[in-house]
């Protein structure tokens, strides 16, 4: 014999709520999420791929790859 109730009961969605559109939805139901961050000791992880990784040595390691690209054509160029 239950006291209380059924304690578990979940509610509806509102009609008006299904019958929007996706892009709508996002909007009104605040759905627009991107990749999960998280802020450590100063460090940006994001999570991408699976994999947890530093924003900022990601964003470092690209511009670093982006002047080694430019060493090498400069260095063509000399020869």
């Known amino acids: 014999m239950l006291l209380f109730g ?3 009961c ?3 969605t509102p009609a008006d709520v ?7 939805r996002e909007i009104e139901l605040g ?3 991107g990749a999960p961050v998280m802020n450590i000791g100063g460090h940006s992880l994001t999570f ?3 994999q947890w990784i530093l ?3 990601t964003a470092e390691y690209h511009l670093m790859e982006k002047e080694l ?3 090498k054509i400069h260095s063509r160029r000399k020869k």
């Open 55 to 57: 924003s900022e040595t």
């Open 69 to 71: 690209e430019k060493m």
């Open 10 to 12: 979940p509610k509806n």
């Open 31 to 33: 759905l627009e999420y």
């Open 18 to 24: 299904e019958d929007l559109d996706w892009s709508t």
């Open 6 to 8: 059924n304690t578990f």
């Open 48 to 50: 991408e791929d699976g």
